[in-house]
Each structure stands twice: as C-alpha cells, then as structure tokens.
C-alpha cells in the first residue's frame, strides 16, 4: 500500500517541469530516479477503482487460457477467473484473503476447497489484474510483490539510472539490484512514469544445478481510459532458463473501468454453507457458514497448504513450484501502464500520443 498521499495538480506541474529539466547522469541519478518513484506512485493513486476482464493465454511450452475478471477499490480486491475446467473466486479485504475453487475430482464429483488466510503481499491468483499490468514488482521476498515505491524502502544497490530512446517515445531506465534479484524497469513519462518493460533476473538452483531465471515483461498496447489516466491493453511476457526460452505469456485487458462506482456486493464472498474450510490465520479446518465462521467442531492444521492452486485438471489444488521460481514466475508476470499524472501539463501544451 502506497503510504505517502500527494495533491495531483501542483506536483503534477513540478514533475513536468523537473522531466524537461532534469538530466540522468552520473550526477543526477538519485534526482531521476525519485522523479521516477514520485511520478509512479502518483500514478497508482489516480486510480481509485477499476474493474476489467482479463484473457491471459499461455503460448508456450503448452496451448492454456486463462480467463477473468478484476475488481479493485483501494485496498480491497476480487479475482475471479477460469482455468481449464476449475473455477476460483478470490477476495482480499483487511489483510485477509478468502478464497473459494471449484472443480471435478478424477471420478468426476465436483470438489470444492475453501480457505482463509493472512495477506503478505502475495499476488491474488493467476487473474490478478494489478500485478500483471506491472503496478507492482517483484521483491527479493519469495512470492511477494510491491509497487516501485515500496521497493525503494528495501536495501538494494543502484547501478544507473539513464534516458533511453526507444523509437519515437524516451524512457528512463532504472537498474538495481538485491539480495537475490537483479532487476531493470524501464518508465515511461508519457504515461505518467508507468513501466513500459520490466526485466527480473534470478539464480535458480544451487551449486553445479546453478542456472539463471530471467522474466522479460513489456507492455505493448495502452489505452488512454480517462483524460490524463492510462491502463494497459496488451502485454507480453517471456521467461528463460540459461538464455533458453521455455514459456511465453499473452495478457489482454478489455471492458476497463476506471474510477466508477463498483456494485455494494463486489467485496463480498460467500461460502457453500457447510463446506470444509481451511482456516490458515487460526491453523484450524472446521465446516463454514456463509462467511467462514466455524458451524460445528474443528481440528489443528497438520500443515499449511499453499494459497495458489496449479489449476491441474484432477485436483483442485497442488503444491506450487520450488520457492525460486515462485517469486518470479508468480509474482511478477507483467505488463506495466495505468495512472494519470501529467494531464494539465499536456493540457496545456499538446495532447501525447499512446503508440501501441
């Protein structure tokens, strides 16, 4: 959660005036790369509610869709989507998530698993719109994501900060790095300091077993949704182990709402009364009513099962992928472009086109 608040119509003329003025040299790079940090955050504040849906379709190794829709208010958050013949239902509301997945067992009973657990800054499911349109990136904390502003709070080293032109449109690069990730993000100005392309690079395995893990997210269409505010459209993303391509990603966004009245009932899941639930915050499983309250006697957790189902077609859920590659593969999967930020100052000179 973004913790500072910024009064749009002054800083938005400040930064117009500091991205003409400001050079990204040697001696400027703190200068830029907060320029950078500020106009970001700016930018995720100028959206106070969006809903969209979502297609995301792996390409490689394998031929998979993945479709859905996406709610978020502030900090409360619906992902719903489909993946195969499983449905999941995703609801994060004060630092707690609820989740409910819908599938068939192998002799074809339908099988539902329901769970309550403690928010840590972990994406909400394969359908999370926030995190795939690159409004937040990967941390060196397994699993977790944060927007550009909370990375900059972490202890990382700094290797450049320089202005980069890319076709018609100039971006600034920021490279940096951490305990155990090496990651270059590329903003762009003319969508209000959004990231246009993120490269995260990651050791994978240990000792002879050693290889590198790169994710390479780029955002190739962005749709201007109010004056002044962008959201990404497309985006693509390729992963490679040791240089080698082994899956790429196609997300698309359509029917994008932003800063509209969400229905009362968005934030809102309920359960199958009488289901079997797991209660990861008390380490309990008991049968739930409607709202994830315990309807009879409950036992211990003999352990903590993971959040994020693998979709297999048999099983509604499975263990996840080992820890180094779940914080890349999981956390950042991305496209990058929403915000509104440079809307008087364009105002006031000429309208900025969005290539897609």
Same mark, same amino acid.
């Given at each position: 959660?973004?913790?500072?608040?910024?009064?749009?119509?002054?800083?938005?003329?400040?930064?117009?005036?500091?991205?003409?003025?400001?050079?990204?040299?040697?001696?400027?790079?703190?200068?830029?790369?907060?320029? =950078?940090?500020?106009?970001?955050?700016?930018?995720?504040?100028?959206?106070?509610?969006?809903?969209?849906?979502?297609? *995301?379709?792996?390409?490689?190794?394998?031929?998979?869709?993945?479709?859905? %829709? !996406? #709610? +978020?208010?502030?900090?409360? *958050?619906?992902?719903? #989507? &489909?993946?195969?013949?499983?449905? !999941?239902?995703?609801?994060?509301?004060?630092?707690?998530?609820?989740?409910?997945?819908?599938?068939?067992?192998?002799?074809? /009973?339908?099988?539902? *698993?329901?769970?309550?657990?403690?928010?840590?800054?972990?994406?909400?499911?394969?359908?999370?719109?926030?995190?795939?349109?690159?409004?937040?990136?990967?941390?060196?904390?397994?699993?977790?994501?944060?927007?550009?502003?909370?990375?900059?709070? &972490?202890?990382?080293?700094?290797? /450049?900060?320089?202005?980069? %032109?890319?076709?018609?449109?100039?971006?600034?690069?920021?490279?940096?790095?951490?305990? /155990?990730?090496?990651?270059?993000? #590329?903003?762009? $100005?003319?969508?209000?300091?959004?990231? +246009?392309?993120?490269?995260?690079? *990651? $050791?994978?395995?240990?000792?002879?077993?050693?290889?590198?893990? +790169?994710? %390479?997210?780029?955002?190739?269409?962005?749709?201007?949704?109010?004056?002044?505010?962008?959201?990404?459209?497309?985006?693509?993303?390729?992963?490679?182990?040791?240089?080698?391509?082994?899956?790429?990603?196609?997300?698309?966004?359509?029917?994008?709402?932003?800063?509209?009245?969400?229905?009362?009932?968005?934030?809102?899941?309920?359960?199958?009364?009488?289901?079997?639930?797991?209660?990861?915050?008390?380490?309990?499983? !008991?049968?739930?009513?409607?709202?994830?309250?315990?309807?009879?006697?409950?036992?211990?957790?003999?352990?903590?099962? $993971?959040?994020?189902?693998?979709?297999?077609?048999?099983?509604?859920? %499975?263990?996840?992928?080992?820890?180094?590659?779940?914080?890349?593969?999981?956390?950042?999967?991305?496209?990058?472009?929403?915000?509104? =930020?440079?809307?008087?100052?364009? &105002?006031?000179?000429?309208?900025?086109?969005?290539?897609?």
């Amino acid at each position: 959660m973004i913790q500072k608040r910024y009064r749009l119509p002054g800083l938005i003329l400040l930064l117009a005036f500091q991205t003409s003025s400001l050079p990204a040299n040697s001696h400027g790079e703190e200068d830029v790369l907060e320029l =950078c940090r500020i106009g970001n955050c700016v930018s995720l504040q100028s959206i106070h509610t969006i809903s969209c849906r979502a297609k *995301v379709t792996h390409t490689a190794p394998d031929q998979l869709s993945i479709t859905g %829709e !996406y #709610w +978020r208010s502030l900090d409360s *958050v619906r992902s719903k #989507w &489909k993946k195969n013949h499983t449905s !999941y239902d995703y609801l994060l509301r004060d630092s707690v998530i609820k989740a409910l997945t819908k599938g068939r067992s192998p002799d074809g /009973r339908e099988r539902i *698993v329901a769970s309550i657990t403690r928010a840590t800054g972990q994406r909400l499911g394969e359908c999370d719109v926030w995190n795939l349109a690159l409004m937040t990136v990967a941390s060196s904390q397994e699993g977790a994501v944060l927007t550009f502003d909370e990375l900059l709070t &972490k202890p990382y080293t700094l290797h /450049r900060v320089e202005r980069q %032109e890319n076709g018609h449109r100039q971006l600034i690069l920021v490279d940096l790095s951490f305990e /155990r990730a090496h990651l270059e993000i #590329w903003f762009d $100005p003319q969508i209000n300091y959004l990231v +246009r392309k993120e490269i995260v690079t *990651v $050791p994978l395995g240990r000792g002879k077993l050693l290889k590198q893990l +790169r994710q %390479e997210n780029q955002v190739t269409q962005v749709k201007e949704v109010l004056p002044g505010i962008f959201f990404p459209e497309k985006m693509e993303s390729q992963v490679y182990v040791d240089n080698q391509l082994v899956s790429t990603q196609l997300a698309t966004f359509s029917d994008i709402r932003v800063n509209h009245p969400l229905p009362a009932d968005t934030f809102q899941l309920r359960f199958p009364r009488g289901v079997q639930l797991v209660n990861q915050i008390q380490g309990k499983e !008991y049968k739930s009513d409607e709202n994830g309250d315990s309807i009879g006697s409950s036992r211990p957790l003999a352990s903590i099962p $993971p959040l994020v189902s693998s979709g297999n077609d048999q099983e509604v859920t %499975e263990d996840e992928q080992k820890p180094l590659a779940t914080w890349i593969l999981l956390a950042s999967v991305g496209i990058l472009v929403i915000a509104g =930020c440079l809307w008087l100052y364009r &105002k006031r000179r000429r309208p900025v086109a969005v290539a897609t």
